[in-house]
C-alpha cells in the first residue's frame, strides 16, 4: 500500500472506531460505514469494480464519456436531495455532521469508481506528499470524528 491507501485507512479506521465508542444513534450505522470505507482504501475493490466494466463493455469502452456523465449527475443530485432534506429524521433527531460527512465520502467513492478521466486527473493529482484523494480522505475521516464528537457533547443524547 502507499502513503495514500495508507491515510485512507487510518482517517477512515479511526472516523470508525470514534462513532463506534460514541456508541449514540446512529453510530454503529456510521461507524460500519467507515469501516468499509477504510477497508476499501487498502483493498481497491473499486478499481476491480471499473476494470470489470470496461472489460465487460469491450468497443464500447471507448463511448462511455455520456454514460459516465449521466451516473454522475445522478449521483451528484441524490446527494443534493439527501444534503437539502429537513435536518430532522422521523423520530424527530437532527441529522449529524459525521452523517453528511459520510454520505459525502461515499459520494467521493462513486465519483472514483465512475473514473470519467477529467475527474481522475484531479483525484490523482499529486500535492504535498498525497495524491488530492488522500487529502479528501483524510478532510472527511476528520469531518466526521469531529462531527462524533460534537455529538456526544450535546445534552440529551440518547446513549444505547
Not at 491507501?5 to 446512529?26: D, E, H, K
Not at 467513492?109 to 486527473?121: G, R
Not at 483524510?138 to 445534552?155: C, H, M, N, S, Y
Request: a positive charge; charged letters at 15%.
Amino acid at each position: 500500500m502507499d502513503a495514500t491507501q495508507w491515510t485512507g485507512v487510518f482517517s477512515f479506521g479511526l472516523a470508525s472506531a470514534v462513532c463506534l465508542i460514541t456508541a449514540c444513534r446512529p453510530w454503529p450505522l456510521l461507524a460500519l460505514a467507515n469501516g468499509c470505507y477504510a477497508a476499501e482504501c487498502a483493498l481497491g475493490l473499486r478499481h476491480s469494480l471499473h476494470n470489470g466494466v470496461a472489460a465487460a463493455m469491450g468497443d464500447y469502452y471507448s463511448g462511455r464519456v455520456p454514460v459516465q456523465i449521466f451516473l454522475i449527475a445522478v449521483a451528484l443530485g441524490l446527494a443534493a436531495i439527501s444534503l437539502l432534506r429537513p435536518r430532522t429524521d422521523n423520530m424527530g433527531r437532527t441529522r449529524t455532521g459525521a452523517a453528511t460527512a459520510s454520505l459525502v465520502t461515499a459520494l467521493l467513492f462513486v465519483l472514483e469508481t465512475i473514473s470519467l478521466h477529467d475527474v481522475d486527473a484531479i483525484l490523482y493529482r499529486p500535492a504535498a506528499g498525497l495524491l488530492v484523494i488522500g487529502w479528501l480522505w483524510l478532510l472527511l475521516g476528520a469531518a466526521t470524528i469531529i462531527g462524533a464528537l460534537w455529538e456526544v457533547r450535546r445534552p440529551g443524547v440518547k446513549k444505547k
